[in-house]
C-alpha cells in the first residue's frame, strides 16, 4: 500500500498539469527535437511564410513599400557608410537643412545588431533594400524565437506552446509593421524580457540570478536601442502586469505552479539590471526626449495631435475577424482558427462524468478543469480590454486619464499601434487555450457540469461563437465597410475581403470535425495530437497569409547592385552642389535636402519655411537650391526678410574658404574687411560650439535657426563643431 501512494500523487499531479500545461510530451526533455531543433525551426518560420520577401523568384521579390525605402533603408545605408569608414555621425547635414542623426530614432544609430551589418557591408561591397528586407525579417525570427524560450517556461506542453508561436509571431499586427524595421527590431526583444524576468523570478540561485539579470540588461538595451521610441513606451503596459502577476499568490500559482519566489533577491536583481539599463541608454534616451521636444507637434500636450487617427470598437471586431474594418496601424488578426481557440477555452465548462472507474476519472476531472479557474480568465480579459480601450484615444475615458497625468504619455499618437503588445499576451492565452484543447479531445468521457457558468458544451460553445463571427463578417462585407487605406493602397487586396469568410468557415468546419471526431476516436497518442496541430496551424495560416504577406507591398526587381556611400566625399562636395527642397528624408548623394517631412525636422524651421512663403525665390538662394551656397557674411543679421538679407550680403562675394568638412565639424578661413557676422546655413541644434580662432564665441541665430557667428575686422579661423552632450 505505502509503495502505491507515491505513484498516485505523482499521477494526480502529471494530469493536473497536463490540463495546464505544466508537462512536456513523453519524451520532451530526453529529445533533441524539443531542446535544438524545434527552435530552428520556429527561428526558420517567419522566414518560411515571407518567402518571397526574402529569396527572388526570376529576377522578383516582394517588396515592401510606405516608409521602409524612403525613410528606414536610406538612413541605414549612410549610418553602415560611416561605421564603415570608423566614424560615428553625430550631425545629419544632408536633410531638413540639417538635423541630429544620432538622436534621431529613424537612424538606429546605437542598435547592437548594426555591428554585423557593417560586416555584410564590408563584405558584401555595400547595402541594398532586399539586404534590409532580409534584416527585418530576421527580426521577426528573433521575436519568434524569444516567444518560444518564454513561453517554454510558463507552458511546457511543448504543443500548446508551438501553436501559439507560429500563429502570433506572423499575426497581422507582426507583418504588417515590417514597413517600420525599427519597430520590427525594438519588438522583438518583448518576448526574451519575458523570459528573462520570468527566470529572475523564479530563480533559485543567486548565481542564477545574476546570469539572468545580465540577460534582462542586455534585452533592455536592445529594446531601447531599437529605434521605435513608441513601442519603447508601449512595454509599460506589458511588463508591469506581468510582473503584477507575480505578487497576486493565486495568479502566481495557477500560471506558474509553486515554487518559492526569493523576493529580495528578484526585486533585488530587476532594480540591478534596471540601473544598469539607464546608465547605458540614458544619454540615447534623453537625447531623443530633448529632440522631439524641438521637433513640430511633438512636444506634447496637443490632444488633437494624439488623437488624430481613430481606432475604435468596430476596428477591434474588425481585428478579431474581418481585418478590412479594422485599421492597419492596429490591427492584430491572427486567424479565426486562433479566435476560435481562445472562445472555446473561455466559455466552456467541462468535467468528466463519474461513470466506471469513478476516481481515476474524478482525477482527470480535476486535470482538465485546472485552467478554468476564473482568476486567470478574467485576469486576460481585464489585460486584454484595458489595452484595447486605451488604444480607443479619444473615446476612451481612460486615455483621456492618462493622457494629462501619465508622463509623456501626450507625446505619443496613432495609439492603435499599442495593440503591438497585445501579441506576446495573445500568444500566452493561445498556448493555454491549445492545452486545454488537448485536454478536452484526450480526456476519456466528458459531460456538462452543473454550475450555472458551465452549461455550454465545446461543440455548442464553438457554433454560437461561429454563428457570432460569421454575422459581424457578412454584416461588414455586406455594408461595404472597410478601411480607407483599402481604397486607397490596397486596391490590389479588395478582392480578398471575402475570402476571409470562405477561410472562416474552412477554420470552423475544420475544429468542428476534430470534435466530433473526438467523441469517436481518443486522441491520446502524440501522433495523433500532432496532427492535430498540423491541421489547425495550416488552417490559420492559410487564412491569414492571402492579405498578410501583401499588406505594403509590390514586386520590385532585384538589385543588380548594392550602394556604397563615401560620406566624407559627400559632404565636403556638398559646398560645391545644389540643394534640393523636396520634401523627404535623408537623400544618398550630393542633393542634400532643405526640404521637411511633417510633422517632422525642428520646429523653428518649419516655422521660417512657413514664414518665407512668400518669398520663394530669396529663400531658394539663402538655402543654396541654386548653387549649394552655405556660407554668407554680412553686416547684420538682424533682417525682417530674406531677401534684406540676401541684399546685405550681396556686398561680400566672397566670405572666405573651405578647410575641411566632416559634417559634425566645419573649418572655414575668411579675411573679414569690417566687422559682422558669418552664417552657416544649417540649422543650430543643442550640443554646436563654434570657436573663432581657437577660442569659444557665442552662436547667435539667423532667422531664428541658422548658425551665425559675430566677427571682427581681419583674418579668422572658425570652427563650428557639433560636440551634444551626454546628458
Same mark, same amino acid.
Given at each position: 500500500?505505502?509503495?502505491?501512494?507515491?505513484?498516485?500523487?505523482?499521477?494526480?499531479?502529471?494530469?493536473?498539469?497536463?490540463?495546464?500545461?505544466?508537462?512536456?510530451?513523453?519524451?520532451?526533455?530526453?529529445?533533441?527535437?524539443?531542446?535544438?531543433?524545434?527552435?530552428?525551426?520556429?527561428?526558420?518560420?517567419?522566414?518560411?511564410?515571407?518567402?518571397?520577401?526574402?529569396?527572388?523568384?526570376?529576377?522578383?521579390?516582394?517588396?515592401?513599400?510606405?516608409?521602409?525605402?524612403?525613410?528606414?533603408?536610406?538612413?541605414?545605408?549612410?549610418?553602415?557608410?560611416?561605421?564603415?569608414?570608423?566614424?560615428? @555621425?553625430?550631425?545629419?547635414?544632408?536633410?531638413?537643412?540639417?538635423?541630429?542623426?544620432?538622436?534621431?530614432?529613424?537612424?538606429?544609430?546605437?542598435?547592437?545588431?548594426?555591428?554585423?551589418?557593417?560586416?555584410?557591408?564590408?563584405?558584401?561591397?555595400?547595402?541594398?533594400?532586399?539586404?534590409?528586407?532580409?534584416?527585418?525579417?530576421?527580426?521577426?525570427?528573433?521575436?519568434?524565437?524569444?516567444?518560444?524560450?518564454?513561453?517554454?517556461?510558463?507552458?511546457?506542453?511543448?504543443?500548446?506552446?508551438?501553436?501559439?508561436?507560429?500563429?502570433?509571431?506572423?499575426?497581422?499586427?507582426?507583418?504588417?509593421?515590417?514597413?517600420? @524595421?525599427?519597430?520590427?527590431?525594438?519588438?522583438?526583444?518583448?518576448?526574451?524580457?519575458?523570459?528573462?524576468?520570468?527566470?529572475?523570478?523564479?530563480?533559485?540561485?543567486?548565481?542564477?540570478?545574476?546570469?539572468?539579470?545580465?540577460?534582462?540588461?542586455?534585452?533592455?538595451?536592445?529594446?531601447?536601442?531599437?529605434?521605435?521610441?513608441?513601442?519603447?513606451?508601449?512595454?509599460?503596459?506589458?511588463?508591469? #502586469?506581468?510582473?503584477?502577476?507575480?505578487?497576486?499568490? #493565486?495568479?502566481?500559482?495557477?500560471?506558474?505552479?509553486?515554487?518559492?519566489?526569493?523576493?529580495?533577491?528578484?526585486?533585488?536583481?530587476?532594480?540591478?539590471?534596471?540601473?544598469?539599463?539607464?546608465?547605458?541608454?540614458?544619454?540615447?534616451?534623453?537625447?531623443?526626449?530633448?529632440?522631439?521636444?524641438?521637433?513640430?507637434?511633438?512636444?506634447?500636450?496637443?490632444?488633437?495631435?494624439?488623437?488624430?487617427?481613430?481606432?475604435?470598437?468596430?476596428?477591434?471586431?474588425?481585428?478579431?475577424?474581418? @481585418?478590412?474594418?479594422?485599421?492597419?496601424?492596429?490591427?492584430?488578426?491572427?486567424?479565426?482558427?486562433?479566435?476560435?481557440?481562445?472562445?472555446?477555452?473561455?466559455?466552456?465548462?467541462?468535467?468528466?462524468?463519474?461513470?466506471?472507474?469513478?476516481?481515476?476519472?474524478?482525477?482527470?476531472?480535476?486535470?482538465?478543469?485546472?485552467?478554468?479557474?476564473?482568476?486567470?480568465?478574467?485576469?486576460?480579459?481585464?489585460?486584454?480590454?484595458?489595452?484595447?480601450?486605451?488604444?480607443?484615444?479619444?473615446?476612451?475615458?481612460?486615455?483621456?486619464?492618462?493622457?494629462?497625468?501619465?508622463?509623456?504619455?501626450?507625446?505619443?499618437?496613432?495609439?492603435?499601434?499599442?495593440?503591438?503588445?497585445?501579441?506576446?499576451?495573445?500568444?500566452?492565452?493561445?498556448?493555454?487555450?491549445?492545452?486545454?484543447?488537448?485536454?478536452?479531445?484526450?480526456?476519456?468521457?466528458?459531460?456538462?457540469?452543473?454550475?450555472?457558468?458551465?452549461?455550454?458544451?465545446?461543440?455548442?460553445?464553438?457554433?454560437?461563437?461561429?454563428?457570432?463571427?460569421?454575422?459581424?463578417?457578412?454584416?461588414?462585407?455586406?455594408?461595404?465597410?472597410?478601411?480607407?487605406?483599402?481604397?486607397?493602397?490596397?486596391?490590389?487586396?479588395? #478582392?480578398?475581403?471575402?475570402?476571409?469568410?470562405?477561410?472562416?468557415?474552412?477554420?470552423?468546419?475544420?475544429?468542428?470535425?476534430?470534435?466530433?471526431?473526438?467523441?469517436?476516436?481518443?486522441?491520446?497518442?502524440?501522433?495523433?495530437?500532432?496532427?492535430?496541430?498540423?491541421?489547425?496551424?495550416?488552417?490559420?495560416?492559410?487564412?491569414?497569409?492571402?492579405?498578410?504577406?501583401?499588406?505594403?507591398?509590390?514586386?520590385?526587381?532585384?538589385?543588380?547592385?548594392?550602394?556604397?556611400?563615401?560620406?566624407?566625399?559627400?559632404?565636403?562636395?556638398?559646398?560645391?552642389?545644389?540643394?534640393?527642397?523636396?520634401?523627404?528624408?535623408?537623400?544618398?548623394?550630393?542633393?542634400?535636402?532643405?526640404?521637411?517631412?511633417?510633422?517632422?525636422?525642428?520646429?523653428?524651421?518649419?516655422?521660417?519655411?512657413?514664414?518665407?512663403?512668400?518669398?520663394?525665390?530669396?529663400?531658394?538662394?539663402?538655402?543654396?537650391?541654386?548653387?549649394?551656397?552655405?556660407?554668407?557674411?554680412?553686416?547684420?543679421?538682424?533682417?525682417?526678410?530674406?531677401?534684406?538679407?540676401?541684399?546685405?550680403?550681396?556686398?561680400?562675394?566672397? @566670405?572666405?574658404?573651405?578647410?575641411?568638412?566632416?559634417?559634425?565639424?566645419?573649418?572655414?578661413?575668411?579675411?573679414? #574687411?569690417?566687422?559682422?557676422?558669418?552664417?552657416?546655413?544649417?540649422?543650430?541644434?543643442?550640443?554646436?560650439?563654434?570657436?573663432?580662432?581657437?577660442?569659444?564665441?557665442?552662436?547667435?541665430?539667423?532667422?531664428?535657426?541658422?548658425?551665425?557667428?559675430?566677427?571682427?575686422?581681419?583674418?579668422?579661423?572658425?570652427?563650428?563643431?557639433?560636440?551634444?552632450?551626454?546628458?
Amino acid at each position: 500500500m505505502s509503495a502505491k501512494k507515491p505513484s498516485k500523487r505523482r499521477k494526480r499531479r502529471k494530469a493536473a498539469a497536463a490540463a495546464e500545461g505544466k508537462v512536456p510530451t513523453s519524451q520532451g526533455r530526453r529529445s533533441l527535437w524539443p531542446r535544438f531543433l524545434l527552435p530552428v525551426v520556429v527561428f526558420c518560420w517567419p522566414i518560411l511564410y515571407l518567402f518571397r520577401h526574402v529569396f527572388p523568384i526570376n529576377g522578383q521579390y516582394t517588396a515592401m513599400g510606405n516608409d521602409f525605402i524612403l525613410l528606414y533603408y536610406k538612413y541605414k545605408v549612410y549610418l553602415l557608410a560611416c561605421l564603415a569608414e570608423f566614424r560615428f @555621425p553625430l550631425w545629419s547635414p544632408a536633410e531638413g537643412a540639417g538635423y541630429p542623426f544620432y538622436t534621431n530614432p529613424f537612424t538606429q544609430a546605437f542598435y547592437p545588431l548594426n555591428l554585423l551589418l557593417v560586416l555584410w557591408y564590408k563584405i558584401s561591397g555595400g547595402y541594398n533594400p532586399l539586404d534590409y528586407q532580409i534584416y527585418t525579417v530576421l527580426g521577426i525570427s528573433i521575436f519568434a524565437l524569444g516567444l518560444f524560450v518564454w513561453l517554454r517556461l510558463v507552458n511546457t506542453n511543448l504543443r500548446a506552446v508551438v501553436f501559439g508561436v507560429l500563429i502570433m509571431s506572423v499575426s497581422f499586427k507582426v507583418t504588417e509593421i515590417i514597413r517600420f @524595421p525599427n519597430a520590427v527590431h525594438t519588438a522583438a526583444w518583448y518576448p526574451w524580457i519575458l523570459y528573462a524576468l520570468t527566470r529572475i523570478m523564479r530563480s533559485k540561485s543567486l548565481k542564477n540570478a545574476v546570469v539572468c539579470g545580465v540577460l534582462l540588461t542586455l534585452f533592455l538595451i536592445f529594446l531601447c536601442t531599437g529605434g521605435y521610441p513608441y513601442y519603447v513606451y508601449y512595454s509599460m503596459f506589458l511588463f508591469a #502586469p506581468y510582473i503584477l502577476i507575480f505578487l497576486i499568490k #493565486p495568479l502566481r500559482l495557477r500560471l506558474f505552479g509553486p515554487g518559492p519566489i526569493h523576493w529580495k533577491r528578484a526585486f533585488g536583481t530587476l532594480a540591478a539590471a534596471g540601473i544598469a539599463t539607464l546608465l547605458v541608454c540614458a544619454p540615447y534616451v534623453i537625447g531623443i526626449k530633448r529632440l522631439m521636444v524641438e521637433t513640430i507637434d511633438r512636444a506634447g500636450k496637443d490632444f488633437a495631435y494624439s488623437t488624430s487617427h481613430v481606432f475604435n470598437f468596430e476596428d477591434t471586431l474588425g481585428s478579431l475577424v474581418y @481585418p478590412p474594418a479594422a485599421s492597419t496601424e492596429g490591427w492584430y488578426f491572427f486567424s479565426i482558427a486562433g479566435l476560435l481557440m481562445i472562445m472555446l477555452y473561455m466559455f466552456t465548462g467541462i468535467t468528466v462524468e463519474n461513470e466506471g472507474k469513478g476516481k481515476d476519472l474524478r482525477e482527470e476531472a480535476q486535470a482538465l478543469n485546472g485552467h478554468r479557474y476564473l482568476w486567470i480568465k478574467l485576469f486576460f480579459i481585464i489585460w486584454i480590454c484595458t489595452i484595447t480601450y486605451i488604444s480607443y484615444g479619444r473615446h476612451s475615458y481612460l486615455f483621456k486619464l492618462l493622457w494629462k497625468y501619465m508622463p509623456g504619455f501626450s507625446s505619443l499618437r496613432v495609439w492603435g499601434r499599442l495593440n503591438i503588445i497585445l501579441v506576446p499576451i495573445l500568444a500566452w492565452l493561445l498556448s493555454i487555450s491549445y492545452a486545454w484543447f488537448e485536454s478536452v479531445l484526450s480526456v476519456k468521457k466528458a459531460s456538462v457540469h452543473k454550475k450555472r457558468w458551465q452549461l455550454l458544451t465545446p461543440i455548442v460553445v464553438l457554433a454560437a461563437v461561429y454563428i457570432c463571427i460569421l454575422c459581424i463578417q457578412i454584416y461588414f462585407y455586406r455594408n461595404n465597410i472597410y478601411d480607407k487605406l483599402w481604397a486607397e493602397y490596397f486596391k490590389h487586396l479588395s #478582392p480578398q475581403r471575402l475570402q476571409f469568410i470562405f477561410y472562416g468557415a474552412a477554420a470552423f468546419a475544420a475544429f468542428f470535425s476534430i470534435m466530433l471526431l473526438s467523441k469517436w476516436v481518443r486522441f491520446k497518442s502524440n501522433r495523433a495530437l500532432t496532427a492535430v496541430l498540423v491541421v489547425l496551424v495550416l488552417v490559420a495560416t492559410v487564412e491569414m497569409r492571402h492579405v498578410g504577406v501583401r499588406v505594403w507591398t509590390y514586386q520590385r526587381q532585384t538589385e543588380k547592385n548594392r550602394i556604397h556611400l563615401d560620406v566624407a566625399k559627400m559632404n565636403e562636395a556638398s559646398f560645391q552642389f545644389r540643394r534640393t527642397d523636396h520634401d523627404g528624408s535623408i537623400p544618398l548623394g550630393l542633393n542634400f535636402s532643405v526640404g521637411v517631412m511633417e510633422p517632422w525636422y525642428f520646429g523653428r524651421y518649419n516655422k521660417f519655411l512657413k514664414e518665407t512663403e512668400d518669398e520663394l525665390e530669396a529663400r531658394k538662394a539663402l538655402l543654396g537650391i541654386h548653387d549649394g551656397r552655405k556660407i554668407f557674411f554680412s553686416k547684420s543679421i538682424k533682417h525682417p526678410t530674406v531677401q534684406s538679407f540676401l541684399l546685405d550680403a550681396a556686398v561680400y562675394q566672397r @566670405p572666405g574658404q573651405l578647410v575641411s568638412y566632416t559634417g559634425d565639424e566645419l573649418i572655414w578661413e575668411i579675411n573679414t #574687411p569690417i566687422e559682422g557676422y558669418l552664417s552657416f546655413i544649417d540649422n543650430w541644434g543643442r550640443g554646436w560650439k563654434v570657436f573663432v580662432d581657437e577660442k569659444e564665441a557665442d552662436i547667435e541665430l539667423l532667422f531664428g535657426t541658422f548658425k551665425s557667428v559675430r566677427l571682427t575686422p581681419g583674418n579668422h579661423r572658425i570652427r563650428f563643431c557639433y560636440q551634444p552632450e551626454l546628458i
